[in-house]
């Protein structure tokens, strides 16, 4: 878990404020290219990287346990996917007014849309349910276009004390409000929903302490908080998804139909499976390198540890 600057030691300092300037002298150097060049190119440096840094093994891990009965040509094409979309991802969240010039007017289509449209009218508190997939951004962009309304995004602060104040000050240029992930900004969440407004969360990361859901047929905890919130302040759940399109530039805005209250455990694997779903048709799309299955058999064994 981050922490503040003041828990960290000198040495930590200085080791974080130099890689902030090179990270920002990159990003500087990125913008001065024309804003489609500068996303196309980041995507190919990412996929450059992608060996160096491990990305590629852990896609290649993930994908073992989840999906056995892919070929090597899928394995290899989703490997190159995967880190190219999440280097477009970072450039545009570093080139916060192109990207909301650009996605603002993106397409936004599916059965939630009425849900949405129809959940604002009656002012009830809405709730995006959203994840690492294509880019999440640019459809809380779309929509806060076409309701007028602000959607808030909860966000987790990065290590790096130093280029955090660039990522969060690019991530207000998206809109406001924010809420940090902590104590904090789970009241400010709160205090949003009880005001009938709209909030976006990912919800595709492993949780501890939440409930051993099944994504990909394999084990995966999985927090059921947003569906508990959601049953608290009556609020409608929609799934939602950015889905990037072939020029790499533009996004389709999907929302599915609303999310049937029950029960947490039910609501949140519907959820998930929801997710799964999209996953399926564009799989190099979601960020195959995250650790979802860390105690997949129950045994706390991770993809890596596998022979």
């Not at 009965?69 to 192109?98: C, W, Y």
Request: charged fraction near 25%; charge should be positive.
């Amino acid at each position: 878990m981050p922490v503040e600057k003041s828990e960290l030691s000198r040495f930590e300092l200085g080791k974080y404020y130099v890689a902030s300037l090179f990270l920002k002298g990159v990003i500087g150097a990125m913008r001065m290219l024309p804003y489609e060049r500068r996303v196309a190119t980041m995507g190919a440096i990412m996929r450059g990287l992608a060996p160096v840094v491990g990305f590629r093994t852990r896609v290649r891990r993930n994908l073992k346990l989840t999906c056995p009965d892919l070929t090597e040509a899928e394995v290899k094409q989703i490997s190159r996917d995967v880190p190219d979309n999440a280097g477009r991802a970072i450039m545009e969240h570093f080139s916060p007014e192109d990207f909301t010039e650009r996605q603002k007017t993106a397409k936004i289509s599916g059965p939630g849309i009425a849900a949405f449209d129809a959940a604002l009218a009656e002012g009830r508190p809405v709730m995006m349910i959203t994840a690492h997939f294509g880019h999440y951004l640019a459809a809380r962009i779309a929509l806060q276009a076409h309701s007028g309304q602000p959607i808030g995004c909860l966000f987790r602060r990065m290590a790096n004390p130093y280029f955090n104040e660039a990522y969060v000050e690019a991530f207000y240029k998206t809109g406001a409000p924010m809420f940090e992930q902590g104590r904090r900004g789970m009241v400010e969440m709160v205090r949003t929903l009880k005001k009938n407004g709209v909030i976006a969360i990912v919800s595709d990361l492993h949780a501890q302490g939440g409930e051993e859901l099944m994504f990909f047929g394999k084990p995966a905890v999985t927090s059921v908080l947003n569906a508990e919130l959601a049953i608290k302040y009556n609020a409608v759940m929609i799934p939602c998804y950015a889905i990037r399109q072939p020029n790499g530039i533009d996004f389709e805005i999907m929302l599915h139909d609303p999310v049937e209250h029950s029960d947490p455990k039910t609501m949140t694997q519907f959820i998930t499976d929801d997710l799964e779903k999209m996953v399926r048709q564009h799989m190099g799309q979601w960020f195959w390198v995250h650790r979802r299955w860390k105690n997949w058999n129950g045994l706390g064994v991770q993809p890596e540890d596998m022979p």
